[in-house]
């Protein structure tokens, strides 16, 4: 039986968490809906997080890896995870485990009728500062995107690996993905999940990334929307 979800997790710098990881996401895996894999997506640890990682994968067979040489940022890996998925579907959890990856299974009882399901966080068990930076920025997006995503931010989504691999890569790529799928006319649908504290290591996030940054990509959406290339193909003999 072939995997049909990969679960795309970036890391950087989370060497704490990575044990943690892995036993939730057996767990899952164990109890998922469609039979899923995982792709720890290495963005230039500079602690021992690559060989935790490499000794996870050595030991479980649905573990697998991609490691950068240097550290991209957080959008850099997801899409790179994109590019390398072979499944129909794709998913992305971050490893601070603030959302759980049994969540998955509500996600995929929507995968069939959207190319796009996110979660959207609910009594978020973040600071109020980082509540409140989230809400502005999500409000900022929305008024340039129109896509009516509550929280594009929550780190637990599903694509259509087909919709994922013709999202174009830029900076900020994780805050747009329900507006990139928007743009190939793709359908989206939100749904609440569980949120919980951090555990072990640091949020790689503050105020000027969670709400400054948000503000300068949605003019880099607005130009990518005018220039943006969609086509369907009909027929072809190849």
């Not at 759980?100 to 009728?113: E, T």
């Amino acid at each position: 039986m072939e995997h049909e979800l990969t679960v795309i997790i970036p890391v950087f710098n989370e060497v704490d968490n990575l044990e943690r990881v892995k036993e939730e996401m057996l767990f899952f895996l164990k109890a998922a809906k469609k039979r899923s894999k995982v792709l720890f997506v290495n963005d230039g640890s500079k602690d021992s997080s690559l060989s935790v990682i490499q000794k996870i994968c050595n030991e479980n067979q649905e573990f697998t890896y991609i490691s950068f040489d240097r550290n991209y940022g957080l959008s850099t890996a997801i899409k790179a995870g994109f590019d390398f998925a072979n499944t129909r579907w794709v998913g992305y959890i971050d490893a601070d485990l603030q959302t759980s990856p049994m969540d998955f299974n509500i996600l995929l009882d929507y995968a069939d009728q959207y190319q796009l399901v996110t979660g959207v966080r609910a009594n978020r068990k973040d600071s109020m500062v980082k509540n409140l930076s989230s809400k502005i920025a999500n409000g900022i997006r929305r008024a340039f995107t129109h896509d009516d995503m509550d929280d594009t931010g929550c780190p637990l989504k599903i694509i259509q690996t087909e919709y994922a691999k013709k999202i174009p890569m830029f900076k900020g790529l994780h805050r747009f993905l329900p507006a990139m799928i928007l743009l190939q006319k793709g359908k989206i649908k939100q749904h609440p999940v569980q949120h919980f504290e951090r555990i072990a290591g640091k949020s790689k996030f503050h105020l000027w990334n969670r709400l400054f940054g948000p503000l300068s990509d949605c003019f880099a959406y607005v130009w990518m929307k005018k220039k943006y290339i969609n086509y369907k193909v009909a027929e072809r003999k190849i």
